[in-house]
């Protein structure tokens, strides 16, 4: 199979992520990075190349395919160069700061008749497949609550991440993978409405906070939170922390951290009508919340996922000869970019949102 050869705009965070993994990826063939801001090609890796401007390496013959990996309010503008200039494209994620500019880049992409696709690399985080492995293996019987959450500890958003203009904030930064991740892991569900709570905690003009709830027509309540203002000392040495609860009428499905840990909780037998037993908290008696009687909570052990975001590429390369589809579809994308739109309304109004 011949070597894609892939050029990259923007030689920030990401295009050196990108640069590190796809240097030596079987199917690849890096050609080289272009950069607004020249600095930033100083550390390209030796026997690529630097182009000049955006333009140049839009007009190298060489180039097949061009990964936008530049500030989210460029992304409307270097996905419709890139498609005029003939070149496959791979959009980094928010695939643009809005449907409308979606719908127009669309309109660009097939008039041009280019591949366009989106790294959406998260939907092969370990945590994220160990809960949808829980999720479809129907392993909690029937779900009622799904939570997927991230938390800051350190109260840092950085660069142009604090501008709106540049397509700052959380919604666009995580909560389109967070997002995206929810909705793939259900595929034919519907959201029948949004419920939100989008802040600015500390940032004069984005979103640092936010709190999305979707009502599912399976009757599943999803809720997506993320925080960076969520304070702690360095107590337990970790600076962020994820998680996934899932719970059903079978167990309940804890998940924790990127590498996860965690185990499915159940009980031996349902506890509807058992006798009240008097427990003593600080807080004064309970029923309840006290103790289940001793041997009815069981552990099991997460399934096991192997799974890494080498293996998103492994399917661009194998979608882009056309043996498989892309896994990211751009009508996903765009309903991922149209859930949000709906999230910031609710907040705006304050009011659950209809959806679908
Ligand atoms: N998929 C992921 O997990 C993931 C993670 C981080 C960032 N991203 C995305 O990658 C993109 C870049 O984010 P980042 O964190 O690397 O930002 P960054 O600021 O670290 O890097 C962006 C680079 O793009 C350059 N740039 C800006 N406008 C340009 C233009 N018109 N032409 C050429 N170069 C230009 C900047 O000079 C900078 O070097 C964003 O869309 C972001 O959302 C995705």
Redesign the pocket.
């Known amino acids: 199979m011949d070597e894609i050869r892939i050029a990259i705009?923007?030689?920030?965070?990401?295009?050196h992520?990108d640069e590190h993994m796809l240097l030596h990826m079987p199917g690849i063939r890096l050609v080289g990075f272009?950069?607004?801001?020249p600095h930033?090609l100083k550390d390209v890796a030796p026997g690529l190349k630097r182009y000049a401007s955006?333009e140049e390496l839009l007009a190298d013959p060489e180039v097949q395919v061009v990964i936008i990996?530049?500030?989210?309010n460029?992304?409307h503008?270097?996905v419709c160069q890139a498609a005029h200039a003939g070149k496959d494209i791979l959009c980094?994620?928010?695939i643009a700061m809005s449907v409308t500019e979606l719908d127009d880049m669309v309109r660009v992409v097939e008039a041009c008749g280019v591949k366009f696709t989106v790294?959406?690399?998260?939907r092969f985080d370990p945590d994220f497949r160990t809960i949808k492995e829980v999720y479809d293996q129907h392993l909690l019987g029937d779900v009622y609550k799904i939570k997927t959450g991230l938390y800051g500890f350190n109260g840092n958003m950085h660069?142009?991440h604090i501008y709106r203009s540049e397509?700052g904030g959380m919604l666009?930064?995580w909560g389109v993978?967070l997002l995206d991740q929810m909705l793939w892991m259900m595929p034919g569900v519907k959201v029948k409405q949004v419920f939100a709570d989008v802040r600015n905690v500390i940032n004069a003009e984005v979103d640092d906070y936010f709190k999305i709830l979707l009502r599912m027509d399976n009757n599943i309540t999803a809720e997506v939170e993320l925080g960076t203002y969520l304070l702690t000392d360095k107590a337990h040495d970790k600076w962020f922390e994820r998680h996934w609860l899932v719970s059903g009428n079978k167990g309940t499905a804890y998940v924790d951290g990127f590498e996860p840990e965690g185990k499915i909780v159940r009980t031996t037998h349902l506890l509807t009508n058992v006798s009240g037993r008097r427990t003593m908290t600080a807080a004064g008696p309970t029923r309840s919340f006290g103790p289940p009687p001793p041997g009815t909570i069981i552990t099991e052990p997460l399934p096991q996922v192997h799974t890494c975001h080498e293996d998103y590429f492994r399917n661009y390369i194998r979608a882009w000869h056309g043996e498989e589809d892309f896994l990211v579809k751009i009508p996903e994308t765009r309903r991922v970019l149209a859930l949000m739109e709906a999230a910031r309304e609710s907040a705006r109004c304050g009011k659950s949102v209809d959806f679908e």
Not at 34 to 37: F, M, V
Not at 119 to 122: E, L, N, P, S, Y
């Open positions: 705009i923007g030689h920030g965070f990401m295009g992520e272009s950069d607004i801001d930033q955006n990996a530049a500030n989210n460029q992304h503008k270097l980094e994620k928010p790294h959406h690399q998260r660069d142009w397509g666009y930064d993978h």
